[in-house]
């Protein structure tokens, strides 16, 4: 039964978990109910290395289509701390520049890889000076920085999520919520993230799995606490963004892959789970 009151809320995804060609990713997102587009990479290329010739004219399609850009899911951050802090604000400003240029507000963005006998507290302070120096270019270029929970990041776990929203404190970096890489490290999402993060939590990305093996599966089949975060989310009054990034057929040199039939199976898993909720997406 449908609850008596509904929310709305604007369905995204991730293009390139669907195909190559945006234009493919776009036709499919749009048979699947979505008015927005996530995006990471288009023609095969990360969207902070598309030229300013293939940004026009991913602009121009989206345009054509009538499809509107969710994010610029960037690779930013998700890279060894060791590197300098230019190396990764050089790349968000290309990629602020792809969010003007395709009309995005939001980008996506992790915490900084370290090697495996690395203590994750000796590298606190090099995380903060660069996801600071990062925070600091969104508010000259305008735009908002979304921090991804992504395994083996510093930023993996809900401690260190908010250690990083609350030491850098700054109004262009809020968190994107993947209950699937929450799993993934051992996080009961709803009990152990959501009180946490939830007054930082700015953007959902739709993805869920198992605790047994760690194995990807659609919203509502995994131990993510999908609906109840929805239901939570729908009761805080949240409005924003849910995208889809299914990972459902493993993986390719971008991220994550799902195909066009496999992105309609978590579409229609996360529709069975809105819809119990009581929200639309839209």
Same mark, same amino acid.
């Given at each position: 039964?449908?609850?008596?009151?509904?929310?709305?809320?604007?369905?995204?995804?991730?293009?390139?978990?669907?195909?190559?060609?945006?234009?493919?990713?776009?036709?499919?997102?749009?048979?699947?109910?979505?008015?927005?587009?996530?995006?990471?990479?288009?023609?095969?290329?990360?969207?902070?290395?598309?030229?300013?010739?293939?940004?026009?004219?991913?602009?121009?399609?989206?345009?054509?289509?009538?499809?509107?850009?969710?994010?610029?899911?960037?690779?930013?951050?998700?890279?060894?701390?060791?590197?300098?802090?230019?190396?990764?604000v050089d790349r968000l400003r290309r990629a602020a520049n792809a969010a003007k240029v395709l009309g995005a507000r939001?980008?996506?963005?992790?915490?900084?890889?370290?090697?495996?006998?690395?203590?994750?507290? %000796?590298?606190?302070? &090099?995380?903060?000076?660069?996801?600071? +120096?990062? /925070?600091? =270019?969104?508010? !000259?270029? $305008? *735009?908002?920085?979304?921090?991804?929970?992504?395994?083996?990041?510093?930023?993996?776990?809900?401690?260190?999520?908010?250690?990083?929203?609350?030491?850098?404190?700054?109004?262009?970096?809020?968190?994107?919520?993947?209950?699937?890489?929450?799993?993934?490290?051992?996080?009961?999402?709803?009990?152990?993230?959501?009180?946490?993060?939830?007054?930082?939590?700015?953007?959902?990305?739709?993805?869920?799995?198992?605790?047994?093996?760690?194995?990807?599966?659609?919203?509502?089949?995994?131990?993510?606490?999908?609906?109840?975060?929805?239901?939570?989310?729908?009761?805080?009054?949240?409005?924003?963004?849910?995208?889809?990034?299914?990972?459902?057929?493993?993986?390719?040199?971008?991220?994550?892959? %799902?195909?066009?039939? &496999?992105?309609?199976?978590?579409?229609? +898993?996360? /529709?069975? =789970?809105?819809? !119990?909720? $009581? *929200?639309?997406?839209?």
């Amino acid at each position: 039964m449908v609850p008596a009151t509904q929310a709305f809320w604007a369905l995204s995804g991730f293009g390139d978990e669907i195909d190559d060609d945006p234009a493919v990713q776009i036709a499919v997102l749009q048979a699947l109910g979505a008015n927005h587009i996530e995006v990471r990479s288009a023609w095969g290329t990360n969207i902070v290395d598309l030229s300013d010739d293939q940004l026009a004219a991913l602009a121009k399609l989206l345009e054509e289509k009538g499809m509107q850009v969710s994010a610029i899911a960037s690779p930013i951050g998700k890279v060894d701390v060791s590197l300098p802090v230019e190396h990764e604000v050089d790349r968000l400003r290309r990629a602020a520049n792809a969010a003007k240029v395709l009309g995005a507000r939001y980008i996506r963005i992790f915490s900084f890889y370290y090697g495996e006998s690395v203590p994750v507290d %000796s590298i606190r302070g &090099a995380v903060m000076e660069r996801m600071g +120096a990062l /925070a600091a =270019v969104a508010e !000259e270029e $305008g *735009v908002v920085l979304l921090h991804e929970n992504e395994k083996d990041i510093f930023g993996d776990v809900p401690d260190r999520v908010l250690d990083i929203i609350e030491t850098v404190n700054s109004p262009a970096l809020k968190v994107a919520w993947d209950a699937a890489n929450f799993v993934q490290v051992g996080v009961k999402p709803f009990d152990e993230a959501y009180a946490k993060l939830r007054p930082h939590l700015e953007y959902l990305q739709v993805k869920d799995a198992l605790f047994s093996n760690g194995h990807v599966v659609p919203a509502g089949e995994g131990d993510g606490d999908v609906l109840r975060t929805v239901e939570a989310l729908k009761a805080d009054g949240f409005t924003g963004f849910a995208s889809l990034e299914p990972h459902l057929a493993g993986a390719h040199g971008l991220g994550g892959f %799902s195909g066009p039939t &496999a992105f309609g199976i978590a579409a229609r +898993a996360f /529709a069975k =789970v809105t819809a !119990e909720a $009581g *929200v639309k997406t839209v």
